[in-house]
C-alpha cells in the first residue's frame, strides 16, 4: 500500500517509529525545524525535509508544510508520533485527501474523541461509567450540586494543559480563566469543563488496537498515578494495585468503546479506578509515550503493529493470543528542575551516559543542545522483570547507572521516588507529586553522596594541575594536592563547609564534614567514570572537566566544583573583576561599594546546583561595584564584582 513513511515528528518518538517501519523494510522521511537540523532522528531517517523555524507553530505544527514534504519526497504514509498533531483531524483529514495514508484511526473518530465531552457522552450511552460534570455550554461557576475537589479540564488536547485542580469554590472563577487561557494557547480552543475530583483514585490506561472493520483486542492494562501537574512521570504495567473487579470493568468498557466507532489503529482508553468502580475519562487516539511498558509484558511490538494496520492489513491476533508475563516499569527523564516545582530548564547537555540492560528510548547524547521549544521530556528508561518488586530494584539500579551531565533533569529525583517506600507500597497517587511536603527526599544518608563527590572532584582537580606523569608508576590517573581543601556544599537548603584532604590508604581521601572523618577510597571504572568506596560499598561516579570547572553526578544528582581561582572558588581575574564560574544564585553579598577587602575575603555567595561558592577577592583593594543584589540569578562569567587596587601609601 506504501513503501515510504513520513514521520511528522522528532526526537525519541520519531526514531522509535522509524526504526520500526526500517524492520518492515520501508524507506523513512523525517522532518526537522532549525533547531533540529542535524539531530538524531534526522540522521537516522533515509532522508529529511526541512519545515520551518524552530518554534513549533512555525514547523512541526505546520500540515501544509508536513504534506507538501510527503509529496515531495514520495512517501505514502504519514505517522505523527505523539504530540504535535498526532490528535487533529483536520491533519488526519488533509493527509487522507492528499492521497496519503494517515497512520491513526478514522478522521472522524478523531474528532469525536478528541473533545473530552463528546467521548464523554458516548462513553455513557455505550454504558461506560462517568464523573459527574458540569459544562462546557453555560458552565455555571455556581452549580448547587457541584462538589468540592474539582478538576478544571480543557475540551481539547491533552498532557495536562488547560487542567486546574480547585479545592476551595472560591477559587473557581481563576481556575476557569486560567485553564481557558492555557487551552486557547495550547490547542486553539478555549472550551473547558467541570469534573469531579478524587484525589485517591489510580489513573488507569487500556491499551487497544482495531482494524477499523469492527475486530478489536485489548493489551490489559497500565498504571499511570505517578503525575506531576497532571503529566505523567513514572508508569507501569500491568496495573498492580486495582482490584480485580475494576481491572475486569475497564477492559470491558474499552473494548466496547473501540467496537463502537470500529478503530482503527492504537488507542487508549483512559479511567480513574477508585474501589471497585472505575469512571471514564478520555480516549487517546494515538501512539503513547508509555507504550513501552505493555510491549515489555505482552511481547508485541506495538509500532510495528499500528504500521501493520495502516498497511490494510487484518488484525490476525484474537484476545486469547495476549497474555502477561512479568511487570515493566518506565521512568521518563525530563530537562526540569524538580525542586523548583519541576520548572523546564535548558542547555547543553555536555556527557550523556545510559545505563545497560535497560530499555533507553532517547535522542539525547552528549554535546546537544536541549530548548525550551519543546516538551523536556528527553529519554524513558524502561525495565521488566519478573514481578513489581524487582523491576522496582532494577529501575532503581539503572537510575544508578544514568547520567546527564551540564543539564538540570530529574533523574535524581526519580531514583529517589522509586526507591522511596512509598513507592515500593504503590502508595503514591496522582496528586502526590504536586504536594510540597512530598518531594521524597534523599533521607538521612543525603550527605554522604556530595562529601564522596567532594573527593572525587579533589582527585581530578589534582590531576588537571599535576605536572607529573598522570598515570604513575601502577597505572593510577588521579593525584591529589597534599593540602587540605576547603568547600562549601549545599544539600536540601542545608549548608556544611567541608575540608577534603588525601588520607592514608592507596587512592584514599578523608572528608570533614559530619560527626568524623569519612573515608572514600577511589577506583577508576572508565574515562568519565569512577567508583568510590564507601562502608566498603562501591558506587559509581560520572564526571567531567572543563577549564573553569568539575561536574560531578551520583544517583542521578549532579554536583559542580568550580576550579578558577581554586576549589569552589570564582574565577579571577588580573583587572580586579569576579564573575560567576558558573550560573546560580547570588545568595548573599557581604560588601558594599567603597569597603576595602583583603585577598581572599568572601565578597558573597553564589549558589549552583544544591553546592555554595564562595566569592574571594583576588588582591586586596576596595570595591568598586557590586552589579547585583543577594537574590539575583546569574549565568556563567557574568560580573559580579568589580575591585580597585589601592596604592600601598
Not at 501493520?308 to 502477561?324: F, I, K
Request: glycine residues 10%.
Amino acid at each position: 500500500m506504501f513503501s515510504t513513511l513520513l514521520v511528522a515528528n522528532r526526537g525519541e518518538v520519531a526514531l522509535r517509529v522509524i526504526r520500526a517501519a526500517r524492520r518492515l523494510g520501508l524507506q523513512t522521511v523525517a522532518v526537522y525545524s532549525d533547531a533540529d537540523a542535524g539531530s538524531p532522528h534526522t540522521r537516522e531517517a533515509d532522508q529529511a525535509v526541512r519545515v520551518g523555524a524552530p518554534p513549533a507553530s512555525q514547523s512541526y505544527l505546520r500540515i501544509e508544510a508536513l504534506v507538501q514534504a510527503a509529496k515531495r519526497t514520495g512517501a505514502g504514509a504519514v505517522h505523527p508520533g505523539y504530540g504535535f498533531l498526532s490528535e487533529n483531524a483536520s491533519f488526519a483529514k488533509s493527509c487522507e485527501d492528499a492521497g496519503l495514508v494517515f497512520v491513526g484511526p478514522q478522521p472522524e473518530v478523531i474528532e469525536l474523541m478528541s473533545r473530552k465531552d463528546q467521548a464523554r457522552e458516548a462513553a455513557r450511552k455505550l454504558g461506560a461509567p462517568v464523573l459527574p460534570a458540569w459544562g462546557p455550554a453555560g458552565l455555571s461557576l455556581a452549580a448547587p450540586e457541584m462538589t468540592f475537589p474539582v478538576l478544571v479540564k480543557a475540551i481539547a488536547g491533552g498532557g495536562g494543559k488547560g487542567m486546574r485542580l480547585v479545592n476551595d469554590p472560591g477559587e473557581l472563577a481563576e481556575a476557569v480563566e486560567v485553564a481557558s487561557r492555557e487551552a486557547l494557547a495550547s490547542f486553539g480552543d478555549p472550551s473547558v469543563f467541570v469534573e469531579r475530583y478524587l484525589p485517591s483514585a489510580r489513573h488507569l490506561e487500556v491499551q487497544v488496537a482495531g482494524d477499523g472493520t469492527g475486530a478489536v483486542v485489548h493489551f490489559f492494562d497500565r498504571d499511570c498515578s505517578v503525575q506531576r501537574r497532571h503529566q505523567k512521570v513514572v508508569e507501569e504495567a500491568p496495573a498492580s494495585v486495582i482490584s480485580e473487579a475494576a481491572r475486569a470493568k475497564a477492559l470491558d468498557a474499552a473494548l466496547r468503546i473501540a467496537r463502537a466507532v470500529s478503530y482503527r489503529s492504537l488507542g487508549t482508553v483512559e479511567f480513574l479506578a477508585s474501589g471497585d468502580e472505575v469512571y471514564f475519562l478520555e480516549m487517546n487516539t494515538r501512539l503513547q509515550v508509555e507504550h513501552a511498558v505493555t510491549e515489555a509484558v505482552t511481547g508485541v511490538d506495538l509500532v510495528e503493529l499500528q504500521l501493520r494496520l495502516a498497511l490494510g492489513e487484518p488484525l490476525e491476533l484474537a484476545q486469547q493470543d495476549v497474555t502477561v508475563t512479568g511487570h515493566a516499569i518506565e521512568a521518563r527523564i525530563y530537562a526540569e528542575d524538580a525542586e523548583k516545582g519541576f520548572l523546564p530548564q535548558a542547555g547543553r547537555a555536555l556527557l550523556v551516559e545510559w545505563p545497560a540492560g535497560a530499555r533507553v528510548e532517547t535522542a539525547l547524547e552528549s554535546g546537544q543542545e536541549v530548548t525550551d521549544l519543546y516538551d523536556p521530556m528527553v529519554a524513558k528508561v524502561v525495565v521488566h522483570a519478573k514481578d513489581r518488586e524487582a523491576a522496582r530494584q532494577k529501575l532503581v539500579s539503572s537510575l544508578d547507572r544514568t547520567a546527564v551531565l551540564g543539564l538540570t533533569t530529574n533523574t535524581g529525583f526519580l531514583r529517589r521516588l522509586v526507591s522511596s517506600e512509598a513507592f515500593e507500597r504503590a502508595e503514591v497517587t496522582t496528586a502526590s507529586l504536586d504536594q510540597a511536603e512530598a518531594r521524597f527526599p534523599a533521607g538521612p544518608g543525603a550527605w554522604r553522596a556530595p562529601l564522596a563527590a567532594a573527593a572525587v572532584f579533589l582527585a581530578e582537580q589534582g590531576r588537571l594541575s599535576s605536572q607529573a606523569d598522570p598515570f604513575g608508576a601502577d597505572g593510577w590517573r588521579l593525584s591529589a594536592p597534599p593540602a587540605p581543601v576547603r568547600l562549601e556544599l549545599s544539600v536540601g537548603g542545608e549548608h556544611r563547609e567541608v575540608a577534603v584532604r588525601q588520607g592514608p590508604l592507596p587512592h584514599g581521601f578523608l572528608v570533614e564534614g559530619l560527626d568524623g572523618d569519612m573515608p572514600v577510597r577511589l577506583a577508576e571504572m572508565g574515562p568519565s567514570t569512577l567508583l568510590a568506596e564507601l562502608d566498603g560499598l562501591l558506587e559509581p561516579f560520572f564526571l567531567l572537566a572543563s577549564p573553569t570547572e568539575v561536574l560531578v553526578a551520583h544517583r542521578g544528582e549532579q554536583y559542580r566544583f568550580g576550579l578558577g581561582a581554586g576549589p569552589g572558588r570564582s574565577e579571577a581575574h588580573l583587572d580586579g573583576t569576579v564573575v560567576a564560574p558558573l550560573p546560580g544564585i547570588l545568595v548573599s553579598v557581604g560588601v558594599s561599594a567603597g569597603d576595602a577587602v583583603e585577598r581572599g575575603d568572601v565578597l558573597g555567595v553564589l549558589e549552583s546546583m544544591k553546592m555554595r561558592y564562595p566569592l574571594r577577592a583576588p588582591a586586596g583593594g576596595r570595591v568598586e561595584r557590586v552589579a547585583y543584589p543577594a537574590g539575583a540569578h546569574v549565568v556563567r562569567g557574568e560580573l559580579l564584582f568589580q575591585l580597585r587596587e589601592e596604592a600601598e601609601p
